[in-house]
């Protein structure tokens, strides 16, 4: 089991003011930052992200609405960080989140859901080396 996850606060989160809140409640729940940047996604980019889910009928609104603003990526430390973050987030639809989770606090929809955040240990090394190079985290 890894120590690291990776995580997205999504488009409708930085434009609703949500980052620091979000930061916060991360920083809190006892994940420590190792990389962070404040970057918008081309829509090729955010298609080459996603790009597991290209045959689901929802992948080009996912494309389109990542690609539609800031993004804050980052790379996450913890004990059991993918699956306790996992759970610190809530599930994927915000109306099936539990109470105090990061999607119940911040999302609106199942679309457009606040954060992301790595499914397996092998997809948050993925993930994180999309993002960040080794000069960009420690
Ligand atoms: P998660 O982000 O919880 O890992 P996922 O990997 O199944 O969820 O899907 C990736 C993202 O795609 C998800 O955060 C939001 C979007 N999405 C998933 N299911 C959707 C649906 N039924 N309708 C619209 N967007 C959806
Ligand atoms: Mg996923």
Do not use: C
């Not at 955010?46 to 539609?68: C, K, N, T, W």
């Amino acid at each position: 089991m890894s120590n690291r996850t990776f995580t997205m606060i999504k488009p409708d989160a930085t434009s609703k003011g949500y980052t620091g809140a979000i930061l916060d409640q991360i920083v809190k729940a006892g994940f420590s930052i190792k990389a962070m940047k404040w970057i918008r996604l081309s829509e090729e980019q955010a298609g080459q992200f996603y790009d597991i889910h290209r045959e689901r009928p929802f992948y080009g609104e996912l494309v389109s609405f990542m690609s539609s603003g800031p993004i804050v990526a980052a790379i996450l430390e913890k004990e059991n960080a993918v699956a306790d973050f996992r759970k610190l987030i809530g599930a994927t639809n915000p109306a099936q989140a539990e109470e105090g989770t990061i999607r119940k606090n911040f999302a609106a929809s199942i679309g457009e859901n606040a954060v992301h955040g790595s499914d397996s240990d092998e997809n948050a090394v993925i993930e994180g080396d999309f993002f960040f190079s080794k000069l960009e985290r420690f």
